[in-house]
């Protein structure tokens, strides 16, 4: 299983942006997928994740209302992260995530994208 993350940047407070990360290999489409992301000097924590349909996602108090998770399972599967009004405090390296054994942990990461909110 491969995951890339992509499109972090730099946006002003209460900007927008929207995270793509993009799986392949084995049979991802049939996996949940999320979205974690880890400030400097803190621990990596869990901002959304989204069932292998689509039907179904779950979100952190942080970003409720703000933040939106989707995916697209065809040949291959991408799983988006709207992120809305964004704040300084969104600020973190954001990564996907896989849940290929049903489990509840993720087995495989993806690489990272930096996502900068200025003030």
């Known amino acids: 299983v491969q995951l890339q993350a992509s499109g972090g940047g730099l946006v002003q407070d209460g900007g927008s942006l929207k995270l793509s990360c993009a799986a392949s290999g084995r049979i991802v489409s049939s996996h949940r997928m999320a979205w974690f992301r880890q400030a400097p000097g803190k621990e990596r924590d869990f901002v959304a994740s989204?069932?292998?349909?689509?039907?179904?996602?779950?979100y952190a108090d942080s970003v409720k209302g703000r933040f939106t998770i989707s995916r697209h399972n065809a040949r291959n599967t991408v799983v988006y992260l709207q992120m809305n009004s964004l704040k300084p405090e969104d600020t973190a390296v954001y990564y996907c995530?896989?849940?290929?054994?049903?489990?509840?942990?993720?087995?495989?990461w993806g690489q990272g994208t930096q996502v900068t909110v200025s003030s």
């Open positions: 995530a896989i849940d290929v054994s049903y489990d509840g942990s993720y087995d495989y």
């Open positions: 989204i069932t292998w349909n689509g039907r179904s996602a779950v």
